[in-house]
């Protein structure tokens, strides 16, 4: 049994019961592990989806250039994609990302433009205005623009919301996420709703977000935008793929609780994941303890969790990087030296 292609083996990804986080509950708990993709995280899902969108529509022609506006991980769906189908990338993303995720674009054939993270999105610096600039002045190329491509959202209709559907028999009844451009909440959410309505999707947003504030209000605060290292998630816009209308519930994260719990991950699960798993847990860990009286064991919840440890080694995963960021008071691992002093 082979696969033809790897783009083939994007998707079906496990869901995973937790052991340890969350067994205080009277529900079942279950992560989508979504690092098991080949790119490493839930955004290969959009990539061909939004590709071959543009080559029906004739906006990408045979030879020409992908030019995105990336946190990482979309760049690499799109990138194993391009490789597929003979397609150039250029990606723009933050100084804010890690290391790691430039350097598997470069290990991609993709061509990486770091930009200035704590400017506005409108500044000609931002990550948003290059790639928007870069694919208006280079020939034949495509700008799919995550944030607003219809072609992500319907790729967790058509993928995850089914996947997850199909895992639990129908039983799920929370589905627990974190949103950057808002596809995966917004179409994962919308196919469980069509399939059972009382299905609750509860969004974790880190504080330094605008989303979680105009869920509750309705109002774009810019007081509530400000710097954090949580990558991936939370937006100083609002994405057209976000729609807020599905979400039932909202919990904000700080960085300290995103990072520390993403290490808990690895350390009691065996679960090598990234910040924004973290971050899902943590919010979803409280929403849950905050309900527990309305909670049986019939519910059934699904947390998602985006990509892999691998892309944070320099980060979350490195103990100097965390206490510089005051994350972690104390070496929570003894070296040698400490054994024998
Ligand atoms: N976590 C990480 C690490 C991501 O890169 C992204 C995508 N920006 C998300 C979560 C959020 O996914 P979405 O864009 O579908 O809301």
New binding site residues.
Partial sequence: MWSDSILDTIGNTPLVRLQTLGRDLPCTVLAKVEFFNPGG???DR?GMAMIEDAEAKGELKPGGTIIEG?????GAGLAIAAIAKGYQCIFTTTDKQSPEKVDVLRALGAEVIVCPTNVAPDDPRSYYSVAKRLSTEIPNSFYPN?YDHPA?TEA?YRTTGPELWDQTDGRITHFI?????????SGTTKYLKEQKPSVKAIGVDPYGSVYAEYWRTGEFKESEIYPYLT???GEDIL?G??DFSLVDDYVQVDDKTSMRMTRRLAREEGLFV????GMAVAGALDWLRAHEGELTEEDVVVILL??SGF?YLSKTYDDEWMRRNGFLEEPDTLTLEDVLA
């Fill in positions: 995280s839930v955004k959009i990336t946190s990482g991980n979309t995550q992500n967790h996420a974190g949103a950057g451009t808002g596809g995966t909440i990558e991936g998630v994405a793929n976000m990234g910040q924004s798993c985006p990509d892309r």
